[in-house]
């Protein structure tokens, strides 16, 4: 029952002080609902900007992968070091303890696989989305491939449900056998993302032109590591792709499938979040492995 008698008056009013107007700390999303920003600064680390997500969802079209043949031996260990997780719900359910409580970007279209033309692609239901507390939609968008229309409703789709519910949608470029990975490609197939709803959007590093990817991207863009290379290149991947603009890195393989993963994830994160060099972190890298 509420008090009627002997409330203390309210006289902290303030007056003078002007209310705060904060800006966002991520690239084109001030005006986005209070639901999304919050997801968006438990994926993306307020202090640097940035984040480190580490992607083992290749299952969902590969099967089992090198690195991810056991998920609990192989990836939880390394989870705790991530920023954000993006799988499927499969593995999550089955293979993630939920005490992690670790952002996850769910994997949140499927279809055809390796066997067969990939991107033709179906979403999921975003209650499930819900229920398993995901942080973002991550969505695969075909531009330019034989399902580029399917994919691009698809994003739209989860778009909508997605700012409904408030929870962000990741616009994940596929790139097709046919295509190039260059920045007048990549650059496209981002700003397409983007344009169609996508509140961040994941796409390849080029070595030519990847300033003008992320500057004609007006939301943040997180780059995927693609096939194993040396630790070294890997660290210079990410260390160029900040430089030049991404916000982030969403990386699998050359974390997974590197000698020492632990270290190696420890050492991406120096290079995203602590603006270490390339070398700084490889040596870094050394040093953890060593131990
Ligand atoms: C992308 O769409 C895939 O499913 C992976 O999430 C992505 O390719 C990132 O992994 P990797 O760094 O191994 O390329």
Redesign the pocket.
């Known amino acids: 029952m509420a008090d009627t008698d002997g409330n203390r008056e309210a006289d902290e009013y303030g007056i003078g002080v002007p209310a705060k107007n904060q800006a966002f700390f991520l690239k084109g999303l001030d005006h986005v609902d209070w639901g999304i920003k919050d997801r968006m600064a438990r994926i993306f680390k307020p202090s640097s900007g940035h984040t480190v997500m580490l ?4 299952g ?2 590969m099967g089992p992968t090198s690195g991810l043949e056991r998920i609990d031996l192989n990836i939880v260990p390394l989870a705790e070091h991530a920023d954000c997780l ?1 799988c499927t719900r499969g593995i999550l359910r089955s293979s993630i303890p939920p005490l992690m409580n670790k952002p996850i970007s769910l ?1 949140f279209s499927a279809g055809t696989t390796v066997l067969n033309e990939l991107n033709d692609e179906c979403i999921l239901d975003i209650e499930d989305a819900i229920r398993l507390n995901a942080s973002a939609l ?1 969505i ?1 968008v075909s531009i330019g491939g034989q399902y580029e229309a399917k994919t691009i409703d698809n994003l739209v789709r989860t778009a909508d449900m997605g700012t409904r519910y408030g929870i962000p949608t990741l616009g ?1 470029t ?1 790139v097709g056998k046919e295509l190039t990975r260059d920045a007048r490609y990549l650059g496209m197939a981002s700003r397409v993302c983007a344009e169609n709803g996508a509140t961040f959007v ?1 796409t390849y590093y080029c070595d030519e032109g990847f300033e003008k990817v992320t500057a004609a991207c007006p939301v943040p863009i997180v780059i ?5 290379v040396a630790e070294p290149a890997a660290l210079e991947l990410a260390y160029r792709a900040i430089s030049e603009g991404a916000a982030g ?7 997974f499938q590197a000698e020492d993963p632990i270290a190696m994830i420890q050492a991406v994160c120096a290079v995203v979040h602590d603006g270490l060099s390339a070398d700084q972190a490889y040596q870094q890298y050394n040093d953890l492995k060593a131990h």
């Open positions: 992607a083992f969802d290749h969902y079209i993006m994997r991550a695969m994940v596929a994941k995927a590591g693609g096939k194993k890195v969403d990386m699998g393989r050359n974390v």
